[in-house]
C-alpha cells in the first residue's frame, strides 16, 4: 500500500463524516504496524493531509481532524429503490422510532433495571477464559435449564434443557424451524389477520404459503381442515392471537392436535405473551396437551424482559433435536455469551417470576387506564371486543374502513399505533388501531396523548363517513 492509498482513505473518511473535526487518528507508529507498512509511507500520506487542511498536527498531543474543517455537504447518494411494500416501509419507520402507545413494548418504566444492571455487572466480572471460546450453538446451557424450569412450571410444558435452542427471537426462531423441517414445496398456513412481521417474513422464506381465518375462538380449524388439511406447518398464537387477542377454544385445540397428528403436520405455537394474562388464571401453552409432540413451540423474552435484549428459544420436539443441531451447526452461530449468562441469573435467582407477577396487575391497570380515556375522548368511534390478556387494545372502528389513514394520522402525532385492516392478507377485513397501553403511567397521560389526535381523528372520519 502506498502513500497515497492511505491518503485516499483518509480524505474519504473525513468527506464522508465517518471521522469527524477533532476526531483523533493513530499515531505515525501505530498506523505503520497496523497496516505493515513503513513509517515513512504513514508520514507522506498524513503531510498531504495536513498539508490540504484535512489534519492538523500538535505535536505530543498527536494528530487530529482539523477542528476548524468546514466539510461542504455533497447532494445526499441516492436513496436505495424502496421495497415494492409501501406499508413496510412505513411500518419499519415506525419500529425505529420509540414513540408512544406502541405494541408489545413491555412497561419500561418498571422493569427492575438496578438489578439487572448488578447481575450484569457480577457476570462480567466472572469472566472465565475457557468461556471465552465459541459456546454450543443450541445456547448456554443454564440459560437452557432455566427456560426449561420455567416454561415446564408456567406453561404447562413437560420438556427436558436438550429440547430447548436459544435464538435471537421470532425470526429466527421461524427461518430455522423452516430450514430445518420444511421442503420448500410444503404448504405452510398462517392466521389471517396475523403478526404483520411474521407475514412479511414468510411471504418471503416459504413459497407454498396460505391463511386461515381468525374469529371470536381464535383460528377457524373447521375452514383448515377444509382447505388445507394437507398443510405441513400451521404457524398460530393461540394463547392471545395476534393481533385480535382472542384465546383459542378447548375444542380447537384438540382438533387442531388431532390433525396434526394424523397427518403428521408440525404446530408451531408462538407464545409471545402467554405470560399476561389478568382476570383468570394463566391459560397453559397449547403445547401442554400435546401429548405426540407435534407443537414446535416458541417464545421470546422480548415481551418480559426487554425487546433490546434480543433472546428467543425453541422448544424443539424430541425427534426433531438432532437434526436442528446438525444443521445449526453448520447455519448458525449462537448468541453472545453475556447476555444469556445475565439473563440465566435473572431467572434462576426468581426476579423475572418476580417481575412478570408483578407486570401482570400493572398491565390489567394500564389497560383500564387507557381504555377510559379512550372512552371519554372517543366515546362513539371505536368498539371492543376485551379478552382477559395481552398487552395492546384492539380498537374496532364502529364506522368506516379508514383506518390506514387514522393509523398515518395518529403516527404523525408520534403515536404510534397500527391499522388493523394491514394485518389481513385476504379475508374478510375489520377495521381498527391496534393500541399498546403498557407503558400509560396514569389517565391524565392517555389522555393527554389522546388529546393530540382527538379533533382531526373526529373530522377525518366525519368526511369519509
Ligand atoms: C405475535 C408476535 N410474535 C412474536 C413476537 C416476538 O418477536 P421477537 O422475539 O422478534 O421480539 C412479537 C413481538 O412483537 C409478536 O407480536
Redesign the pocket.
Known amino acids: 500500500m502506498g502513500y497515497k492509498e492511505i491518503y485516499a482513505r483518509y480524505r474519504q473518511q473525513i468527506m464522508a463524516g465517518a471521522l469527524k473535526p477533532g476526531d483523533k487518528v493513530p499515531a505515525i507508529r501505530v498506523l505503520a504496524e497496523e497496516l505493515k507498512v513503513a513509517r515513512k509511507t504513514v508520514e507522506a500520506a498524513y503531510a498531504v493531509l495536513i498539508g490540504e487542511g484535512y489534519l492538523v498536527s500538535q505535536g505530543a498531543k498527536g494528530t487530529r481532524v482539523n477542528p476548524d474543517l468546514v466539510i461542504s455537504r455533497r447532494e445526499p447518494a441516492e436513496e436505495p429503490a424502496p421495497l415494492a411494500d409501501s406499508s413496510l416501509n412505513q411500518l419499519t419507520g415506525l419500529r425505529d422510532n420509540p414513540g408512544e402507545m406502541r405494541?408489545?413494548i413491555p412497561s419500561l418504566d418498571e422493569f427492575p433495571l438496578k438489578k439487572w444492571l448488578l447481575i450484569s455487572g457480577k457476570v462480567a466480572r466472572s469472566l472465565r477464559p475457557e468461556e471465552m471460546t465459541n459456546q454450543p450453538v443450541t445456547g448456554y446451557a443454564p440459560l437452557r435449564e432455566a427456560i426449561a424450569g420455567y416454561l415446564n412450571i408456567s406453561r404447562g410444558l413437560d420438556c427436558q434443557p436438550e429440547q430447548v435452542f436459544i435464538t435471537s427471537?421470532?425470526?429466527a426462531n421461524l427461518r430455522l424451524i423452516l430450514q430445518v423441517l420444511a421442503q420448500p414445496s410444503d404448504k405452510v398456513i398462517f392466521e389471517d389477520p396475523g403478526?404483520f412481521f411474521?407475514q412479511k417474513l414468510l411471504k418471503r422464506i416459504a413459497p407454498n404459503l396460505h391463511y386461515a381465518p381468525v374469529d371470536r375462538q381464535g383460528i377457524n380449524v373447521d375452514y383448515l381442515l377444509r382447505y388445507h388439511a394437507d398443510a405441513r406447518f400451521l404457524i398460530t398464537?393461540p394463547t392471545h392471537h395476534?393481533p385480535l387477542a382472542v384465546t383459542l377454544s378447548l375444542p380447537r385445540k384438540h382438533q387442531l392436535l388431532g390433525w396434526a397428528q394424523e397427518n403428521q403436520s408440525w404446530i408451531i405455537e408462538?407464545d409471545?405473551d402467554g405470560e399476561f394474562h389478568y382476570t383468570k388464571k394463566v391459560i397453559p401453552a397449547l403445547k401442554s396437551l400435546d401429548h405426540d409432540d407435534r407443537v414446535i413451540y416458541i417464545g421470546?423474552f422480548?415481551k418480559t424482559v426487554m425487546?433490546a435484549l434480543r433472546i428467543?428459544y425453541i422448544v424443539m420436539p424430541k425427534e426433531t433435536v438432532s437434526r436442528f443441531k446438525e444443521l445449526g451447526e453448520i447455519t448458525e452461530t449462537g448468541l453472545s455469551l453475556l447476555p444469556q449468562k445475565i439473563l440465566a441469573q435473572f431467572l434462576s435467582e426468581g426476579h423475572f417470576y418476580k417481575h412478570i407477577k408483578k407486570m401482570r396487575t400493572l398491565y390489567q391497570q394500564r389497560r383500564r387506564l387507557m381504555l377510559d380515556a379512550l372512552n371519554r375522548l372517543f366515546p362513539e368511534t371505536f368498539s371492543y371486543e376485551l379478552s382477559d390478556g395481552g398487552m395492546h387494545i384492539v380498537a374496532f372502528l364502529r364506522r368506516g374502513t379508514q383506518d390506514v389513514a387514522l393509523a398515518e394520522l395518529w403516527q404523525a402525532q408520534q403515536l404510534q399505533v397500527f391499522s388493523l385492516s394491514a394485518w389481513y392478507t385476504q379475508t374478510q377485513k375489520r377495521y381498527g388501531l391496534i393500541i399498546g397501553y403498557t407503558n400509560i403511567r396514569s389517565e391524565q397521560q392517555a389522555m393527554t396523548l389522546l388529546q393530540r389526535v382527538q379533533q382531526p381523528t373526529l373530522a377525518l372520519l366525519q368526511q369519509a363517513n
Open positions: 405494541l408489545g427471537g421470532y425470526r403478526y411474521g398464537t395476534s408462538d409471545y421470546t422480548s425487546p428467543g
